[in-house]
């Protein structure tokens, strides 16, 4: 029995815009039929005693610690601005 017919595989077609004669169809009908039957074996898994996974490999966080350092002072910061007021870096409006 198959588990997908000639008018799926068309309508999936269409929503793609693929055109397809009738040979493909039939063609594509039964690779994705032989598909499903691949993936449905893997429910005949025993997989019990397999723990779930989000990511084959073990992955690390690799940031450095986050540490308070001292930094720029405000008016080393601001030193090569090209203009400057109360301590900020002024820039031109954009509204008018």
Same mark, same amino acid.
């Not at 793609?16 to 039957?37: G, H, N, P, W, Y």
């Not at 405000?74 to 409006?93: I, M």
């Given at each position: 029995?198959?588990?997908? =017919? @000639?008018?799926? /595989?068309?309508?999936? &077609? @269409?929503? &793609?815009?693929?055109?397809?004669?009738?040979?493909?169809?039939?063609?594509?009908?039964?690779?994705? $039929? %032989?598909?499903?039957?691949? &993936?449905?074996?893997? @429910?005949?898994? $025993? =997989? %019990? @005693?397999?723990? !779930? =996974?989000?990511?084959?490999?073990?992955?690390? #966080?690799?940031?450095?610690? %986050?540490?308070?350092? !001292?930094?720029?002072?405000?008016?080393?910061?601001?030193? #090569? &601005? !090209? $203009?400057?007021? #109360?301590?900020? /870096?002024?820039? !031109?409006?954009?509204?008018?």
């Amino acid at each position: 029995m198959s588990r997908i =017919t @000639n008018e799926q /595989v068309k309508h999936v &077609a @269409n929503l &793609a815009r693929l055109e397809m004669d009738e040979s493909e169809v039939e063609k594509f009908t039964t690779q994705l $039929d %032989d598909i499903i039957s691949m &993936a449905e074996q893997l @429910n005949e898994l $025993d =997989t %019990d @005693n397999v723990e !779930p =996974t989000t990511h084959v490999l073990d992955l690390k #966080n690799v940031l450095r610690e %986050d540490k308070v350092q !001292p930094w720029l002072s405000r008016e080393e910061a601001l030193k #090569n &601005a !090209p $203009d400057e007021e #109360n301590g900020q /870096v002024k820039v !031109p409006s954009i509204f008018e």
